[in-house]
């Protein structure tokens, strides 16, 4: 691994190395968004994960494709990767010769389908329709294969994103597919999602029990199952239980169904692996009054507080002079001439906030770089690498 990490620019990427990020504002007074990875954090965080999961563990690349972020997980023992496209595969593949991707997604096209079967010997393929298994099984020739199963779970256990409404077939169109994927002589498998950032750890027990009376039903010996992701992170207006839970509950419904010890039990988390191990750096442009113009915003790395109810934690960064004591709420303007570029709700800040100061947002590392866009011109794209505690953890 350190070999891959040296091929990367090593004299550059060291130049991206501080102690905090108070350091980064000092040495570089960025008036352009700047993202703080934290590398050990997101390492340790993967190790953790690892350690409680009773299975396999897949990081799901799309939740944050940076190469430093893979090689943190790396690092911390992830040698599994949840992909759904072909670049995602070709990513992982072409940069870790020892990993393992997992064509993830239940709806693919059939030149990415012949392209990672042949180029990349990807085994393992998600369903959730015959007319996807016959476009499988023609594209690869259907040898040592694994279908997996997708199916459709009720209780999302009051996830902020419902992931069974678009993808997922019921009870017994997964019967007739575990049926026709072993008929053709392939391993099977099945699989779920609760949803992203789930805050009940009991539905995965409900979610299992479902999966054990779809394969007595079937009368078929599975291989795999897949409880999905789901596994929640910490934001200032949530609570969630801790991750022990989830493993209990997962622990628990797994016994219940009475797997064999040969079935490959995997996890896709994404959110719980990476969530903490970045924030982002942004500067005060203008002020008016409540109203504060920051150099990042809904088109660029703060999408995802548009559709769901989630709250970064917040601190101010002043290089001259101390910050006033006293807090009050502001509303916080993207970067873009849209009007519809505010972020939902308010953040409180001290009452003296003012143009030129730096505003750090955490709990960014998941779903910010990965759904940034070009819109208006304005595009965050610097990294550099940090090694403080993140403003989450001292509060």
Not at 9 to 34: E, H, I, M, N, T
Not at 53 to 65: E, I, Q, R, S, W
Not at 92 to 105: E, K, L, N, S, V
Request: net charge negative; proline share 7%.
């Amino acid at each position: 691994m350190d070999g891959l990490q040296e091929k990367r620019a090593p004299d550059a990427r060291a130049k991206r190395r501080f102690d905090d990020v108070v350091s980064v504002v000092r040495a570089l007074q960025p008036g352009y968004p700047v993202y703080c990875l934290r590398p050990k954090l997101l390492t340790e965080t993967a190790k953790r994960f690892i350690s409680l999961f009773p299975g396999t563990v897949l990081y799901a690349v799309k939740c944050n494709p940076r190469p430093e972020v893979l090689d943190a997980v790396y690092r911390g023992g992830i040698r599994h990767f949840d992909t759904a496209s072909l670049p995602e595969i070709a990513q992982i593949c072409d940069t870790y010769p020892d990993a393992h991707a997992y064509f993830m997604h239940p709806v693919k096209a059939r030149a990415a389908i012949r392209m990672t079967h042949k180029a990349y010997g990807i085994r393992h393929y998600v369903i959730d329709h015959e007319d996807e298994l016959a476009k499988v099984l023609e594209e690869t020739g259907g040898k040592d294969l694994t279908i997996i199963v997708r199916i459709k779970t009720e209780d999302t256990g009051d996830s902020l994103y419902d992931l069974a409404s678009k993808f997922g077939t019921g009870p017994d169109e997964a019967v007739a597919l575990l049926r026709a994927a072993n008929n053709r002589d392939c391993k099977t498998g099945l699989a779920f999602h609760i949803g992203s950032q789930c805050r009940e750890p009991k539905v995965y027990r409900k979610a299992l029990a479902l999966c054990g009376d779809i394969i007595a039903r079937s009368g078929v010996e599975i291989d795999s199952l897949d409880v999905g992701g789901g596994f929640p992170a910490y934001y200032a207006n949530t609570q969630v239980p801790p991750l022990e839970d989830y493993m209990a509950e997962i622990r628990g419904g797994l016994n219940d169904i009475g797997l064999k010890p040969t079935v490959e039990v995997f996890s896709e988390p994404g959110r719980a692996l990476v969530a903490a191990g970045c924030s982002l750096l942004t500067q005060v442009q203008l002020r008016k009054d409540d109203r504060l113009y920051i150099n990042d915003g809904i088109y660029g790395s703060l999408s995802e507080m548009t559709q769901v109810d989630i709250r970064m934690p917040v601190r101010l960064i002043r290089l001259q002079g101390e910050a006033a004591p006293k807090l009050r709420p502001f509303i916080l303007n993207g970067p873009t001439c849209d009007s519809l570029d505010v972020l939902p709700g308010t953040f409180d800040l001290p009452e003296d906030t003012r143009e030129g100061d730096w505003i750090e947002i955490d709990q960014l590392g998941a779903y910010s770089n990965a759904l940034a866009t070009h819109f208006n011109g304005f595009y965050p794209e610097a990294f550099v690498e940090v090694h403080d505690a993140p403003p989450a953890a001292r509060s």
